[in-house]
């Protein structure tokens, strides 16, 4: 793409709207999760399970084979869930799902047509294709971690939780950097700085560690702030198999864990958001990391104090994504410097 012509920025305007799509998704994932609404649809139709179910027989058959889930029987059904309370969680699951279904729908006619009109700039067709295939396998991811909720447990699995968030956060970032490619008129595309890879690197680590506590429900051992019920280092962490199956494992020390790193990542934005500073125009790059971080942790700490709120919970998530959002702004500003 040459400096004298300019910008696709229509091009550019789709990535982002499916990168809109993509945090969409998440912010309904976090409900999802938090209902416990992941498991209330047992099979995976592309293109029939669009349609949700319209008559009574229809919906009763969809609850039966919800009944013969584990969650079900261990969990749900004790607690007295009826078909009312089915319709429910099964909504958000399906709105999921259907976002999942609209977004690889745009994204595909979307870049299809700029591939009928020739707008595609030179260099970026395989980067299109390989943005379609991630969204394609984070389908795959999310079916693979429902799987592992229908037999033998009355959950998914935390670490197919994990996965499924990180990739979907992965291609979310993927597509902003994409979409920011395209808007700038140097003649290359940004690099990966070493600072970039630090600041996305540390914050990675913090959203893994998030997905876990949110897999192992460790939000809910410890409802007070600074302290864990009364600790600095909380009671009840289970160190008998070892520290490294302790920090894969267990709720207290994952929690906490979850908790300090946070202020690692933040000591890590300050500093990479002052090397963004330094560049000609970046300063909304920088305040946007200031204030996603800023705003993350504040709604985390509430969540801790609230017992986790669902809809702070919810929040604390899609704050979340914002701040991949900003770090990945800021690693381009100074990518393009590079």
């Known amino acids: 793409m040459s400096s004298s012509h300019p910008a696709p920025r229509a091009l550019s305007n789709l990535l982002f ?5 993509v945090f969409a998704m998440v912010v309904v994932g976090g409900i999802t999760r938090l209902t ?8 995976w139709k592309p293109i029939s399970g669009a349609i949700p179910p319209l008559t009574q027989a229809d919906w009763q058959h969809e609850f039966e084979l919800y009944q013969a889930t584990p969650q079900f029987r261990e969990v749900a059904g004790p607690a007295g869930m009826t078909l009312a309370g089915f319709k429910f969680i099964f909504f958000w699951e399906w709105v999921h799902r259907l976002l999942g279904r609209i977004l690889g729908l745009v994204f595909f006619v979307g870049v299809g047509w700029f591939a009928v009109k020739r707008a595609i700039p030179k260099g970026y067709g395989w980067r299109l294709a390989a943005l379609f295939v991630l969204g ?9 971690m429902v799987m592992s909720g229908l037999e033998g447990r009355t959950e998914v699995s935390p670490y197919r939780l994990s996965a499924h968030l990180l990739f979907a956060l992965f291609l979310f970032a993927a597509l902003i950097w994409t979409a920011l490619d395209l808007r700038q008129r140097e003649p290359e595309p940004a690099r990966l700085t070493g600072w970039g890879i630090f600041a996305l690197g540390t914050l990675f680590i913090q959203l893994m560690l998030g997905a876990w506590v949110a897999g192992f429900r460790a939000g809910y051992v410890a409802s007070t702030w600074p302290d ?8 009840g962490i289970d160190w008998s198999h070892g520290a490294a199956f302790a920090l894969t494992h267990d709720p207290f020390l994952l929690h906490f864990v979850h908790r300090w790193w946070a202020w690692v990542v933040v ?3 300050v500093l990479f958001a002052r090397q963004v500073k330094k560049l000609k125009g970046a300063r ?7 204030s996603a971080f800023g705003t993350q942790i504040v709604l985390g700490i509430l969540t801790v104090l609230s017992g986790i709120a669902i809809w702070l919970a919810v929040l604390h998530q899609a704050t979340g994504a914002l701040l991949v959002a900003a770090t ?3 690693a381009h500003e100074l990518g393009r410097a590079k």
């Open 136 to 144: 394609g396998l984070q389908g795959a991811v999310g079916w693979f």
């Open 228 to 235: 864990m019920n009364g600790r600095f280092v909380p009671d």
């Open 328 to 330: 990945v702004w800021g």
């Open 284 to 290: 909304g790059a920088s305040i946007a990391i200031h």
């Open 36 to 43: 416990e609404s992941g498991l209330s649809i047992t099979e």
């Open 267 to 269: 000591a890590v934005l």
């Open 17 to 21: 709207f499916v990168a809109a799509l």
